[in-house]
């Protein structure tokens, strides 16, 4: 149990610290355009999604409490 609580908080460590360094990434969302008939027309959009600094923050402080609180469980 230890061991999956530090492991989860490294996780958590590691994902806070690469949503300050590169908060923003970028996706396609498919979207239907026409639809006639069986033939159907689609579109890729590009998005954009923003990581806001609080969330970073709560994952990077959230992951060092794991890492420092895991070997105290008994």
Same mark, same amino acid.
């Given at each position: 149990m230890k061991r999956l609580v530090i492991a989860l908080g490294l996780i958590f %460590? +590691? &994902?806070? &610290?690469? %949503? *300050? +360094?590169?908060?923003? *990434?970028?996706?396609h969302k498919r979207e239907e355009v026409v639809r006639i008939g069986p033939v159907t027309a689609t579109v890729d959009k590009p998005e954009t999604a923003r990581v806001p600094p609080v969330v970073a923050g709560a994952l990077l402080m959230a992951g060092a409490a794991l890492i420092v609180l895991g070997p105290r469980i008994k």
């Open positions: %460590a +590691i &994902l806070g &610290l690469v %949503a *300050f +360094i590169h908060p923003n *990434f970028d996706y």
